[in-house]
């Protein structure tokens, strides 16, 4: 795995600054450190990435990067890709071919047990349409990734009071999702994708179905998480939400560039 992360790291840096700049300006040690430094600075390297879901391929050996602490905004028009590419980078799909970095782990490469315990532990994912599960509390919804972690109940329980009260949702706890209004629904769904500190998150169209007020309390979460080193990715069609991005991958051109 070690190897193979260095080979990689090597191959980008050797894309950007050329094979013969390499050799003349750094020695061997030099360009261990250079591969060290690049490894440590990427949260995410998608090398040849091809995906279909029928025999129409949506992503041809596509190629980027994301680095850490990034706040990176996903764009493309509907039926672009969107959803589709956060489900292959947070491990909910699986690419035909090539290969998907997360934070040093090679996620195509891994089983299905071993992929499920990386997600629980590294990622978040907000889904387009919340995915609340409708015969849970919010409670019980937002505790959900704890449980299938196995931690014990008392643990779980601090940290969703913890997190309610960081997200302004207490007084939700005891309702189902149909209860709740657009933006607590959100927030419920927020919480859920963070109870496990991941070290990634994924939202797909977060303020999608919120009105201008709700969609700034939320963008305003994201931006403290940011600001605390949570990278974050984010499919997006609202100008308001790019403005808080610090990097932006647009669909279009990720699949004409390659
Ligand atoms: N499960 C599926 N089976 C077959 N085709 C699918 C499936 N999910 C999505 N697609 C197709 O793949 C393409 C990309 O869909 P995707 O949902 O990723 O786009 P999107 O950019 O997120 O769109 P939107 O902005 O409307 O949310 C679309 O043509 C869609 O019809
Ligand atoms: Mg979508």
Redesign the pocket.
């Known amino acids: 795995m070690v190897c193979k992360n260095i080979a990689c790291a090597l191959k980008k840096i050797v894309m950007k600054i050329g094979i013969d700049n390499l050799i003349v300006h750094y020695g061997v040690t030099n360009i261990f450190k250079l591969c060290h430094h690049y490894l440590l600075s990427v949260a995410i390297v998608v090398d040849n990435l091809s995906f279909q879901?029928?025999t129409d391929p949506?992503f041809d050996e596509i190629s980027f990067e994301i680095k850490k602490k990034s706040w990176v905004g996903l764009t493309?028009?509907?039926?672009?890709?969107?959803?589709?590419?956060l489900f292959l980078l947070s491990t909910l799909l699986k690419p035909q071919k090539g290969m998907i970095h997360v934070f040093g782990s090679e996620i195509t490469k891994m089983k299905r047990k071993q992929v499920n315990k990386f997600r629980l532990k590294n990622i978040g994912f907000v889904f387009?349409d919340n995915n609340l599960i409708p015969d849970m509390t919010a409670f019980e919804n937002i505790e959900l990734p704890l449980v299938l972690a196995g931690i014990p109940k008392s643990i779980r329980e601090k940290q969703v009071i913890q997190l309610m009260s960081e997200l302004e949702i207490s007084d939700c706890s005891s309702r189902l999702p149909h209860k709740l209004s657009g933006g607590q629904q959100q927030r419920v769904a927020l919480a859920r994708a963070l109870v496990n500190h991941p070290q990634i998150l994924f939202a797909?169209?977060p303020t999608g179905s919120l009105d201008s007020i709700s969609e700034e309390n939320l963008l305003d979460i994201l931006k403290t998480l940011n600001r605390e080193g949570l990278t974050i990715v984010c499919?997006t069609?609202s100008p308001k939400v790019l403005s808080y991005c610090n990097d932006e991958i647009i669909?279009e051109k990720l699949v004409k560039d390659t």
């Open positions: 879901y029928g949506l493309g028009r509907s039926g672009s890709g969107k959803t589709t590419l387009q797909d169209e499919a069609h669909i």
